[in-house]
C-alpha cells in the first residue's frame, strides 16, 4: 500500500498499540521515502500520519536518496 501512494499523499493508521516496529522497517527498507507523525499515543489508541515524501532530481518520485 505504501508504495503505491504518491508523494505528497498520506495515510493515517490507526492501531492498539505503538506501530514503532513498522516505523524502523521503514526506515531500513525505504530510508527517507516516508514522513511518520504520531498524532496520538495511547494508552489505547495510536494514530501516525504516514506521508510519502516528494523527491526531487532523478524525476521518478521515487523519494529515495539517488
Request: hydrophobic share 30%; proline share 6%.
Amino acid at each position: 500500500m505504501l508504495n503505491a501512494l504518491l508523494p505528497d499523499y498520506q495515510l493515517l493508521l490507526t492501531v492498539d498499540h505503538d506501530p514503532v516496529p513498522l516505523y524502523y522497517h521503514l526506515e531500513m527498507h525505504y530510508d527517507g521515502m516516508f514522513g511518520w507523525e504520531y498524532l496520538s499515543r495511547g494508552p489505547e489508541i495510536w494514530e501516525v500520519r504516514i506521508r510519502r515524501k516528494k523527491h526531487e532530481g532523478c524525476n521518478c518520485n521515487c523519494g529515495g536518496g539517488h
